[in-house]
């Protein structure tokens, strides 16, 4: 178990790199928009490829962080059943995601999108509308994307195996929230600085 614990670590890592960069993108796309509005309105020029590299990066950020998402525990979940159940419930119904619905999309989804790429690679295949871009690039990130969102799918899987075995924590808890029992323990540590604090207060008066 411990060399798929490694496999795990290597996947996140990769995500965590790939949607910390992948955010840059974000701020390109706001960058293109505001020079392209103040373009459009000074000198009354547009151009189809300014616009189309906006849709590009937008696409890159919602597919190439979809891994990223999923290992930060971001997506959305209907916790309305299944936040009923106990914590190892909770994990076996996970697994019965990632297995069942999950990686099987990616790999159909993967095999249905390839040729595609493939063919609008080939052909060059250009934007239809006038000055646009070359199209075979944003095609290309939707295989990558999913082969990021499939792999962390995977990393996933065995975080949830592991921690079955008691060999990590749980891994569905999002990274940075706290659970209720530590903002209980804050909650009741700063009651109890600030009583001290209002008695020494107190006593120097």
Not at 49 to 58: D, P, T
Not at 94 to 99: K, Q, R, S, Y
Not at 135 to 163: D, T
């Amino acid at each position: 178990m411990s060399f798929f614990l490694s496999l795990s670590k290597l996947i996140d890592r990769l995500n965590e790199f790939v949607g910390r960069w992948v955010a840059w993108l974000v701020l390109a796309a706001v960058l293109i928009s505001t020079v392209n509005a103040v373009v459009r309105k000074a000198f009354n020029y547009s151009s189809n490829g300014l616009l189309e590299i906006q849709w590009y990066l937008f696409a890159a950020v919602f597919l190439l962080a979809a891994g990223y998402t999923l290992m930060r525990q971001e997506h959305v979940r209907i916790d309305v059943i299944s936040g009923r159940f106990s914590k190892r419930v909770q994990i076996w119904i996970d697994i019965v995601g990632l297995c069942v619905f999950l990686l099987p999309f990616v790999v159909v989804v993967m095999g249905l999108v390839m040729p595609l790429v493939i063919s609008s690679y080939q052909s060059g295949e250009m934007s239809s509308n006038a000055g646009g871009l070359i199209v075979w690039p944003v095609k290309a990130l939707l295989p990558l994307g999913l082969a990021l969102l499939g792999i962390q799918g995977i990393s996933e899987l065995i975080k949830r195996v592991a921690f079955l075995k008691g060999l990590i924590p749980d891994p569905t808890r999002k990274q940075g929230v706290k659970t209720p029992e530590e903002e209980l323990a804050e909650f009741l540590l700063q009651k109890e600085v600030a009583a001290r604090e209002q008695a020494a207060l107190g006593s120097k008066t």
